[in-house]
Structure formats: structure tokens, C-alpha cells
């Protein structure tokens, strides 16, 4: 298969980019910069081309001849919290889902957040129920977790026009090499976020495996957690819940026991077929 990867010289998309290859695939990786040091620039399966994605034309003839498109390409948080995150997520993540439209490119992954809830960019975080599933209201307050509430309504409207797509948007916790890179001595610093994580490998896998194979479990457009199967902190969950998040009701039939997460992957699990890792610390 050869799969585009946008955004191919960021935290995620490289290792997206080497999770590719070492399957086999051949990965065009697309960004707007060039990053001489890549750990896969000399493999001979992987290509680079520098565009400017915010170009709908130049977008198009970028992903001509791909199977698949994983798209990565983003602003990563709210910056001054104004125009450019939003502005620019919105319009790239439009114009590669219509590009792959318009070129039948049918396998497509693209990098939401948990921040679609809100969450570490918010005046005031609100959380509904844990664990937290992809039934959970979304309403951002902020151009970050609103870009990415906005691509996953993209996908749902290409997906209406065009029937025979199928796009996974995978909401991605902070992606880190271990869980100890992921901890902060302070619990009190990681409440907004509750603590969690995805270990980087085990996050990419995630995209790879969202648009390879024959998999007829799903169709259409799909969201999904991503997240490690426990917190980053070393306290109990249930003790943080108490502590930081005493108000939040328990989802019926759920459990907080040992060191959980507060998401809910399950759905990644049983459509994808993904499962994180034992936790590498």
C-alpha cells in the first residue's frame, strides 16, 4: 500500500511514518517544512514532498497515486487562542478529505484529540460520566478542540457525499515515548487532562492500522480514543476521582479500580482491533 502521511515530520507523524515502514508499506510523507535529521529520510520507501496543505490544488496533486491518507497536519494546541490554529486545521484537514474524495482514495485516518471534551485548554474543564466514551458531549470552548470537533464533522459530511470512504477520526491523548515522560510529580498539574497518555509506538499503530487491510467491521466515519489503558500518575484512580473529580458520576457497570484511565478505548478495540501495549515505564 502506499500511504500519505501529512504532518510526516511532527511528534506523531514520524512515528506513524516508521510504524508504516516497518509493515512494508510505502509511506509518501507530506509537510510544509523539511527536517534534515529524520530517523526513515534514507528509506528507500519513503518519499517527501514540502507542500503548503492550507492550497487545495497543490493538496490534490500532492496525494495523486495514494491508497491512503493518515492526516496529521495540524496546529497542536490553541496558540494565542484567536484565529490561526483554527483557521488553518480547518481549512488542511477539509482540503485532504475532499482531495482523497476527489482522487477515490477510500482509507483515511485523521488525528482528532481528547480535547473535543473539554478539557486542558478550556476556562473550566466539564466532564459528564467516566469513563469517558465517544457518546460524551463535545463543546469546546477553544480553537483547538473546535478545529478538531469541525474535522470530525467534515468526515461525517464527505462520508454522505461519498459513500464508499471510510474515515477513523482518532482521538489522540498526549503522546509520549514512556509513561514515566508522561508524569508531573503534582497531580494537581495534570487534573484538566486526568492524567493521561499514549505511548507513542502504540498511538501510531492506531492510525496504521485504521486504514490497512480488509477490516469489515466499520464503515462510514467512526471516532475513537486513543489512550493508555492506565494514568500516568501513581495514585489509585479512584483517589484522584475523589480528590479532583469527586462531583463526576461512574458510567453503570464501570469500575475505576487500581490505576485505570478515565477514557474508555473500547470501541478502538473491538472495530480496529487495537490494544495498547503493556505500559512501558
Known sequence: ???????????????????????????????????????????????????????????????????????????????????????????????????????????????????????????????????????HPCEPDEPYGLSKVIAELQADTIVRRYPSMRIASLRLHWSCPTRTSAKRGDPARRRNDLWGYVQEDCGA????????????????????FITAPVTAHDEDTMVLKEQFWADVPIREGYNLDGRKTFFDCSKAERLLGWKHDDVMD
Open 1 to 135: 500500500m502506499k500511504l500519505a502521511v501529512t504532518g510526516c515530520t511532527g511528534r506523531v507523524g514520524q512515528r506513524v511514518v516508521l510504524a508504516a515502514l516497518r509493515q512494508g508499506h510505502a509511506v509518501l510523507g507530506i509537510d510544509n517544512i523539511l527536517k534534515e535529521d529524520l530517523e526513515f529520510a534514507v528509506d528507500p520507501a519513503f518519499t517527501f514532498v514540502q507542500v503548503d496543505l492550507r492550497n487545495y490544488e497543490d493538496t490534490l496533486e500532492a496525494l495523486q497515486s495514494c491508497d491512503a491518507v493518515v492526516q496529521l497536519a495540524a496546529l497542536s494546541n490553541p496558540g494565542d487562542y484567536k484565529a490561526a490554529t483554527h483557521n488553518s486545521n480547518v481549512v488542511i484537514t477539509w482540503n485532504v478529505l475532499r482531495a482523497c474524495a476527489e482522487l477515490g482514495i477510500n482509507r483515511v485516518a485523521q488525528a482528532s484529540s481528547v480535547n473535543v471534551i473539554k478539557l486542558v485548554y478550556s476556562v473550566k474543564p466539564a466532564i459528564d460520566y467516566f469513563p469517558i466514551d465517544e457518546s
Open 205 to 224: 499503530e492506531a492510525f496504521v492500522l485504521a486504514v490497512s487491510g480488509e477490516n469489515e467491521q466499520w464503515s462510514g466515519h467512526e471516532r475513537f
